[in-house]
Nanobody
Framework: QEPLVESGGGLVQAGDSLRLSCLVSGRTPGKNYIGWFRQAPGQERESVATISWSGVAMVYAASVKGRFTILRDNAKDTVYLQMNSLKPEDTGVYYC???????????????WGRGTQVTVSS
């Protein structure tokens, strides 16, 4: 069983909304942070949003602040990424990851999902 599984991606038009889900079936003590990252073709993976399971700490990339919201449901071991007002530049593969350090740095995260594709047409 994979520790993290993303779902909810798809093809949408600019201005539409999507909600991505990350089911964390392999929650590990000490790995208290979940991050959403994305990677566009030919580009490096970048952080989108990060949250702690306590919900106290969260951070967003400047490019998505005000449009995206990261949410967690501890009872369902699921972290969501609500994406509104989508733009073509939001296109990419979206990954969730869990780790023991908080922050928008990919190396902070130990376990990764396989990703879900989001495509925003203009």
């Amino acid at each position: 069983q994979e520790p993290l599984v993303e779902s909810g991606g798809g093809l949408v038009q600019a201005g539409d909304s999507l909600r991505l889900s990350c089911l964390v079936s392999g929650r590990t003590p000490g790995k208290n942070y979940i991050g959403w990252f994305r990677q566009a073709p030919g580009q490096e993976r970048e952080s989108v949003a990060t949250i702690s399971w306590s919900g106290v700490a969260m951070v967003y990339a400047a490019s998505v602040k005000g449009r995206f919201t990261i949410l967690r449901d501890n009872a369902k071991d699921t972290v969501y990424l609500q994406m509104n007002s989508l733009k073509p530049e939001d296109t990419g593969v979206y990954y969730c990851a869990q780790g023991s350090k908080f922050g928008p740095v990919a190396s902070y995260y130990d376990d990764w999902g396989r990703g879900t594709q989001v495509t925003v047409s203009s």
